[in-house]
């Protein structure tokens, strides 16, 4: 209890503290370099006044869990063939290698142009964008399924489909988690850059358009919904997992960020 | 009767597992010219040094390694695939058991794969969990056993299918002492309880006395071959302190000793 007590305490401290020194810097060098919290907090007021910024929010959660959600979906079945298959594996090991140093958002122009200025050029870098992670991942998990599990199958009678749905599957589901919930990471920072170069709406063009008004107050509130979104939808990802996942050993804690 | 008796027994003549040597001319065996027939519901035991080949000639007997020469029977046919007749138990149960499933459901796993209905599946794996000793454990994961219970799991689960051969790769040799001794009177009982063929791989003499009928020492590799078998005429259940006992360990500690 004592311990309890002192983790809280010690943490209110720190955001104090944090706090103070934004104060500070905001004091030392004027609100148009550092917007204090207060100055943040008058320019969220306006962002919500005006309902831009639940707009701005909403619109970036669409595109983010829409293109995460379809990735998800087509890369773990693709992890699990290229796994699987040695011969569709040995093709295409060079071909993942060679395309997961691009950044998705090197993309971003050739997408406007392969599927218009709308939202499927987003959402189709958020779907690319956490594709090779799920597909990377799953493919390390079932590379890394112990051959003794896939023997034992097999000496039980279990057909080659049947190892696959109830050994290779099962065993990989927590590579397949870390995945899908590294690849949420990427998907914001890729879902920014697109709409800070090709959006009227969301969470990245407020914070590059507010450059036009010289509102850095805005930039902030920006930033900070930022944080706030990915840490949420993190935390709801990690928990769910540990809920409904628990039995194929998947951990609630963080993953490493690419 | 007497057919029915053959029906589980193993001959193996002139078995070789090799590879090729580095300049390719060369040809390296692992086995070299391996002759041994165990007879329908014996307790067979292999006994040699740690990289003998034991465990290469098992995986060649359960069919998840090819032999390069030989051949390889069960009962009247020859075999050279895993099947549902011979069953493994691993030496490690946590890469060999499903951490995902219960005991009741790794138990269960064989009988699931063949699409048997649930009530009959239910009535064997109880009566195997009873078998090994694991009643009121039906629930539980895995990771929430001991290892020699694990074992135990294994064991259960591989008897579930009913397979008239159990091959078994040191299933006892990551316990502690007296665990081990604890699974070998259980092994045993249960052996004499349901008269399956077992091929036993060990490096413990005494290991090897406590459970064998006939002992088949493997010399050292490569090029490794059964060089002695002794027969174990000592009743069930042995006693280690016997005379006759530790006059058998001894002739065999000797053969290793030369």
Same mark, same amino acid.
């Given at each position: 209890?004592?311990?309890?007590?002192?983790?809280?305490?010690?943490?209110?401290?720190?955001?104090?503290?944090?706090?103070?020194?934004?104060?500070?810097?905001?004091?030392?060098?004027?609100?148009?370099?550092?917007?204090?919290?207060?100055?943040?907090?008058?320019?969220?007021?306006?962002?919500?006044?005006?309902?831009?910024?639940?707009?701005?929010?909403?619109?970036?959660?669409?595109?983010?869990?829409?293109?995460?959600?379809?990735?998800?979906?087509?890369?773990?079945?693709?992890?699990?063939?290229?796994?699987?298959?040695?011969?569709?594996?040995?093709?295409?090991?060079?071909?993942?290698?060679?395309?997961?140093?691009?950044?998705?958002?090197?993309?971003?122009?050739?997408?406007?142009?392969?599927?218009?200025?709308?939202?499927?050029?987003?959402?189709?870098?958020?779907?690319?964008?956490?594709?090779?992670?799920?597909?990377?991942?799953?493919?390390?998990?079932?590379?890394?399924?112990?051959?003794?599990?896939?023997?034992?199958?097999?000496?039980?009678?279990?057909?080659?489909?049947?190892?696959?749905?109830?050994?290779?599957?099962?065993?990989?589901?927590?590579?397949?988690?870390?995945?899908?919930?590294?690849?949420?990471?990427?998907?914001?920072?890729?879902?920014?850059?697109?709409?800070?170069?090709?959006?009227?709406?969301?969470?990245?063009?407020?914070?590059?358009?507010?450059?036009?008004?010289?509102?850095?107050?805005?930039?902030?509130?920006?930033?900070?919904?930022?944080?706030?979104?990915?840490?949420?939808?993190?935390?709801?990802?990690?928990?769910?997992?540990?809920?409904?996942?628990?039995?194929?050993?998947?951990?609630?804690?963080?993953?490493?960020?690419? | 009767?007497?057919?029915?008796?053959?029906?589980?027994?193993?001959?193996?003549?002139?078995?070789?597992?090799?590879?090729?040597?580095?300049?390719?001319?060369?040809?390296?065996?692992?086995?070299?010219?391996?002759?041994?027939?165990?007879?329908?519901?014996?307790?067979?035991?292999?006994?040699?040094?740690?990289?003998?080949?034991?465990?290469?000639?098992?995986?060649?007997?359960?069919?998840?390694?090819?032999?390069?020469?030989?051949?390889?029977?069960?009962?009247?046919?020859?075999?050279?695939?895993?099947?549902?007749?011979?069953?493994?138990?691993?030496?490690?149960?946590?890469?060999?058991?499903?951490?995902?499933?219960?005991?009741?459901?790794?138990? *269960?796993?064989?009988?699931? !794969? =063949?699409?048997?209905?649930?009530?009959? $599946?239910?009535?064997?794996? %109880?009566?195997? @969990?009873? &078998?090994?000793?694991?009643?009121?454990?039906?629930?539980?994961?895995?990771? *929430?056993?001991?290892?020699? !219970? =694990?074992?135990?799991?294994?064991?259960? $689960?591989?008897?579930?299918? %009913?397979?008239? @051969?159990? &091959?078994?790769?040191?299933?006892?040799?990551?316990?502690?002492?007296?665990?081990?001794?604890?699974?070998?009177?259980?092994?045993?009982?249960?052996?004499?309880?349901?008269?399956?063929?077992?091929?036993?791989?060990?490096?413990?003499?005494?290991?090897?006395?406590?459970?064998?009928?006939?002992?088949?020492?493997?010399?050292?590799?490569?090029?490794?071959?059964?060089?002695?078998?002794?027969?174990?005429?000592?009743?069930?259940?042995?006693?280690?302190?016997?005379?006759?006992?530790?006059?058998?360990?001894?002739?065999?500690?000797?053969?290793?000793?030369?």
């Amino acid at each position: 209890m004592k311990r309890f007590g002192n983790k809280w305490i010690s943490l209110a401290l720190l955001w104090i503290g944090g706090v103070a020194v934004w104060q500070l810097a905001a004091y030392l060098y004027g609100p148009e370099i550092v917007p204090g919290p207060a100055a943040t907090l008058k320019g969220a007021a306006e962002l919500l006044a005006d309902g831009s910024l639940p707009k701005y929010i909403g619109i970036s959660f669409y595109r983010v869990l829409t293109g995460w959600a379809l990735g998800s979906l087509i890369g773990i079945p693709i992890g699990l063939v290229i796994g699987k298959v040695n011969a569709v594996r040995a093709f295409a090991e060079p071909f993942l290698n060679f395309i997961r140093f691009i950044p998705p958002i090197a993309f971003i122009t050739l997408f406007l142009v392969w599927f218009g200025i709308g939202e499927q050029s987003k959402i189709a870098l958020i779907t690319y964008a956490t594709l090779f992670i799920v597909v990377m991942n799953t493919l390390t998990g079932v590379l890394s399924v112990e051959e003794d599990k896939i023997r034992s199958a097999r000496s039980m009678g279990a057909s080659e489909w049947q190892i696959v749905l109830h050994v290779i599957v099962p065993a990989t589901m927590p590579y397949m988690f870390t995945g899908i919930r590294l690849a949420m990471g990427t998907s914001y920072m890729a879902i920014i850059g697109a709409e800070m170069i090709a959006a009227n709406e969301g969470v990245g063009f407020l914070i590059w358009n507010s450059r036009l008004y010289f509102r850095t107050d805005w930039i902030f509130v920006g930033l900070i919904s930022l944080g706030l979104m990915g840490f949420v939808t993190d935390r709801l990802v990690g928990w769910i997992g540990r809920k409904a996942l628990y039995r194929y050993g998947v951990v609630g804690t963080a993953p490493a960020r690419r | 009767m007497s057919l029915a008796t053959s029906e589980n027994s193993i001959t193996i003549e002139r078995l070789n597992k090799s590879y090729p040597g580095p300049s390719g001319a060369d040809v390296h065996y692992i086995i070299k010219d391996v002759d041994l027939v165990v007879k329908s519901g014996e307790f067979f035991v292999l006994l040699g040094p740690s990289g003998c080949g034991k465990s290469t000639l098992l995986n060649i007997i359960a069919g998840f390694v090819s032999k390069s020469g030989g051949r390889l029977r069960i009962g009247e046919s020859e075999v050279s695939k895993p099947g549902k007749d011979r069953a493994v138990v691993f030496q490690q149960a946590d890469s060999s058991l499903f951490p995902w499933l219960t005991v009741r459901q790794n138990v *269960e796993f064989g009988l699931k !794969m =063949k699409k048997m209905p649930k009530p009959q $599946r239910k009535e064997i794996s %109880d009566r195997y @969990i009873g &078998l090994v000793g694991l009643s009121g454990h039906e629930n539980k994961f895995p990771r *929430e056993l001991s290892g020699g !219970m =694990k074992q135990r799991v294994q064991l259960a $689960r591989v008897l579930a299918n %009913d397979p008239v @051969i159990l &091959l078994m790769d040191e299933p006892f040799g990551a316990l502690d002492a007296m665990t081990r001794r604890t699974m070998q009177k259980e092994l045993s009982r249960i052996w004499r309880e349901t008269n399956k063929t077992v091929i036993f791989v060990t490096h413990d003499i005494q290991e090897a006395l406590l459970l064998g009928q006939r002992i088949g020492i493997m010399s050292a590799g490569p090029s490794s071959n059964i060089t002695n078998i002794y027969d174990v005429p000592l009743p069930y259940p042995r006693d280690a302190a016997a005379p006759e006992f530790y006059e058998l360990y001894r002739t065999i500690q000797a053969h290793f000793d030369e």
